[in-house]
Structures are given as C-alpha cells and as structure tokens.
C-alpha cells in the first residue's frame, strides 16, 4: 500500500526559502503586520521603540513594535504566556516572520508589558477611533456589560477572623509542644524501658530535634499570620488576597472567587468594543454614570445606551437622565433594565402633587412626616396616615400602631419617566436586542484571556484586559478585512500624525 512521503530531513535546498514565502498570503499575522505598523507607537508612548540603547550603553533594545507584533500574537492564538511566546519565536513561522526572526527572553517579554501600560491604553484608544472613522462603528446603539474575572490568586482569602484563629491554634500548638518539652526536661525517665512512658511519646515525635523544628516551623507561620493580619486590619477590605492584594471577593456561577470586574461596551453596528475598564466593585451598581460617560467620551455622539437591571441605581438613574436633558435633548437616552419595585407597597394608593400627600381607596390622607431618610443609593421621604382609628380595612392595610406610612424616592419623578420608557415596547425590544450584541463579549473575552488572570495587581491585570480587548477587535476587523479597510486604516494614521 502507497504512503505520502516527506522530505528527507537530510536534505540540502539549492534554493532555500525565505520567511516571507512560507507565510501564507492570506495569513492573520500579515493583517497584524499591516496593523501594527500603521500606529504610530512613539507618539502613542511605547517605549523601547530605537534600535540604539538611550544611554549608549549595553545592548541595543528590540522595537516596541515587534515586540507588540508578538504579544498580539500571543493574544490571537491563545498562547499569552511570556514563556509560551519565547517557545513561539524558535518554533513557529509567522512569529518569526512578524518578528524578523528575534528571539527575545520572557523576561523581556514581561518588562515590555509592564513598561508599556499607557501605550496599551492609547493603542486600545486609538483603534476606536479608526473603527468610529471607518464607520465601522457610529454610536447609534451601545450596550454595557459587566464581568467578573478571576484573579490569579488562591480562592483561600483571608480575613482578620481568619488569621486571629490561625495565630490562636498556632500558639496552642506552641504552648504545648513547651509544655511537653518542660515535662521532659523536669521527669527522671532514665530508668523508662525502651518503647515505653515517656521514651515512646518522644520517639513518636520525631525526637527532641523534630520538636524544635516543628516549634520554629509555627513561629515563622505565626509572624506570616501577624503580618497577614496587620495588612487586613490596615485595608478597607475585609477580605484579602495575599498574591494579589487588590483582587476583590467576587460573586461568580463558580463561587466567590478573589477577582476583578471588567466593563466592556459594544457598538451594535459590527459588535467592536468601544469602551472598557478594569474596575474592583462588587458588583455593577455605581458603574452606570461613569460607563456613560466614558462612552460618550470615547464616540463623541452616542444615541442610545442600554444596561442590564445590574445597573439600576437610582441616583445614578437620575444622573444620566438630568445628563441628557441638560444637553438640550441631545444627550444619549438610557436604558437600565428595572428590578426593583420600590414602589410595590404603593397599590392602592394616589399620590397628590400639588399638597405633597397619597391618598389611599378609603379617602384618608398620608402626610409628609420625614424627609431624606434611607441611605446609600435610595433615599425617601416617608408619608404617614394619622386618622387609620376606626378604618374598615385597617386590618388589611396595616399592623402598624402608628398607621400605615409610604416610602417615596426622592427622585420618584425622574424614575417613574425612566421606569415607563423602559417598559414602553420600545424598551422592551431594545433590551431584548441587548443581549445579542453585548453579552457574548465576556466570554469570548474569557476564552482569549483563560480561566483567570496571569499577572498580578491592578495595573498589569487592566493591561492583560485590555491587550485581550484589543485581539477582540483585531478579530472582528479579520472578519471584514478587505484592501480598502487597510487604504482607510493607512489613510487615518497619516491624517492623526
């Protein structure tokens, strides 16, 4: 039976070929080529971008560019690592040929990625604004949305409990295994029979010498416990993570985890990302004006956003829509999917503006008895019948020995329009769209990035997202890339120069 034979691996080439010929023409890493040297990498402030060391002296740096070309690269095929990169620049083609056949250490790798933060964020910035210029995004219809993202740090997050009850069980064991000591030291065992009494307890031990190792062992874990605890005693968090102290205790569908929360917004004309932030909150409740704002910063004119119900602040619900009505109607409408029912014990119940009362089906009055109570996000004015004596459904109504009382936001106005535009059907289709433009982002994002973070504190991990933003929408672009995208991505970087 005939097989397919290889090449000899003996064999001489007459003609030897090069990098260039063995990438295909249609290759990614010839898009990512084509990218990458259209940005101009020293005005967006990569550093490490001249062939000659700044002092003159040592060897020459590599280019930020080729660098970046690998690190994007990396991205792409899901191999992020800096040692995994190293591997790639001696076995893998395209990495040589994008890289002109350097081979640097994952050490190198590291520092370029940590030096190089604010170029990141500029490069992510700048890629925008070409998708916004090529009218491959135009701000018609975004959608935010928020992910928890494991951080590279153990699940085992400890807590100023936690280490008092490690230092407590740590000077037990001390102060028995002294006392033990002590009580040897004191007894006349000399006439004790081999295997017997006190021998056989020390033998068991490990001997004398165990026992001392075993006493200097627990006070090393003891001063790491103290430490530990100092730092928790001295941080606003009540939990923390020792590998990576600004990860926060995240709710995920996997448990709570030490993490962080990464807010990503997307355009719905061809799904780029056009907005992200690597933030530490708990949970999305205070992010809605910021992400609004930085929406609008990043577009210019946005038209309409949407959140989901994870987002429903109601101060912030009153920012964004005193926003929009403060730039003339012009500002971008909102739309946060509502939850909450703050007005459900309302039913019933008529509220009169005009004398600032509800009025409840039995025509008795609710006064205004407080003001501005309640705390954090919602606060309310509380409304209070004083004439429920003798009322028919007063059992039905109310337990309260005091009457039935009412508690209005605030800001109930502003919230009723919102509640009712979200709810219109209008509304309801939008936030139903919502979901097919925004919410398989984060876990294609997740897919890019792994099951968690590599590097280790804010900073680094928000460049590690947002190098996994960018592989977003460098994939994104694949999809459409044609020879006029690269004459307009050409065109956009002379006319930014």
């Known amino acids: 039976m005939p097989y397919i034979n290889g090449t000899d691996r003996d064999q001489l080439s007459l003609l030897p070929t090069s990098l260039g010929e063995r990438v295909a023409p249609d290759s990614d890493a010839r898009v990512l080529d084509t990218f990458v040297n259209g940005m101009p990498l020293r ?163 490990g001997g004398m010498d165990a026992m001392r190792t075993r006493l200097a062992t627990l006070e090393e874990r003891k001063a790491e416990q103290a430490e530990l605890q100092q730092r928790v005693s001295g941080s606003a968090q009540r939990y923390l993570a020792p590998s990576d102290p600004d990860a926060r205790l995240m709710r995920t569908r996997q448990g709570k985890v030490p993490g962080y929360n990464y807010q990503v917004a997307v355009d719905s004309k061809h799904h780029f990302i056009v907005d992200e932030e690597l933030v530490q909150d708990q949970n999305d409740l205070q992010q809605l004006t910021p992400r609004t704002t930085a929406v609008i910063a990043s577009l210019g004119e946005v038209k309409t956003l949407m959140f989901d119900n994870g987002y429903e602040s109601g101060s912030h619900i009153v ?43 039995q025509n008795r009055e609710l006064v205004l008895e ?67 433009i925004v919410e398989h982002v984060p876990g294609t994002l997740k897919a890019i990035l792994g099951p968690s973070f590599r590097t280790r504190g804010k900073p680094c991990v928000a460049t590690e997202a947002r190098l996994a933003a960018i592989t977003y929408n460098f994939k994104r672009l694949l999809n459409m890339w044609t020879e006029n995208i690269a004459a307009q991505l050409n065109a956009f970087n002379l006319q930014m120069t």
């Open 370 to 436: 407080a003001r501005n109570k309640g705390r954090g996000d919602i606060i309310y004015n509380v409304y209070r019948s004083r004439s429920c004596d003798g009322c028919a459904v007063r059992s039905a109504c109310t337990r309260s020995k005091y009457g039935r009382a009412i508690k209005r936001n605030v800001h109930a106005e502003t919230l009723e329009r919102h509640r009712a535009r979200v709810r219109s059907p209008e509304g309801i289709a939008l936030l139903k769209r919502r979901k097919t």
């Open 43 to 205: 005005a967006l402030g990569f550093t490490r971008t001249s062939a000659e060391p700044a002092d003159g002296a040592g060897p020459p740096e590599y280019r930020a560019g080729e660098l970046l070309k690998l690190i994007l690269y990396g991205f792409h095929v899901h191999m992020q690592s800096s040692r995994a990169l190293e591997w790639l620049c001696r076995t893998n083609v395209e990495v040589q040929w994008l890289t002109r056949d350097l081979r640097p250490s994952h050490a190198t790798i590291c520092t370029f990625v940590r030096e190089n933060s604010n170029g990141v964020r500029e490069l992510f910035r700048r890629f925008v604004m070409f998708v916004k210029a090529a009218d491959l995004a135009d701000g018609t219809l975004v959608a935010i949305d928020g992910t928890k993202i494991k951080a590279n740090a153990s699940r085992d997050m400890v807590s100023a409990a936690s280490t008092a009850r490690a230092i407590a069980r740590a000077d037990a064991e001390i102060k028995a295994i002294n006392a033990y000591i002590e009580k040897l030291q004191t007894e006349d065992h000399d006439d004790d029979p081999p295997g017997g009494g006190l021998h056989a307890r020390v033998q068991a031990l």
């Open 319 to 361: 920012a964004v829509e005193t926003m929009a009505t403060a730039a003339d109607g012009t500002g971008p409408r909102v739309y946060v999917n509502v939850r909450r029912t703050e007005g459900k014990n309302e039913e019933g119940f008529v509220y009169d503006a005009e004398h600032d009362l509800y009025r409840c089906s």
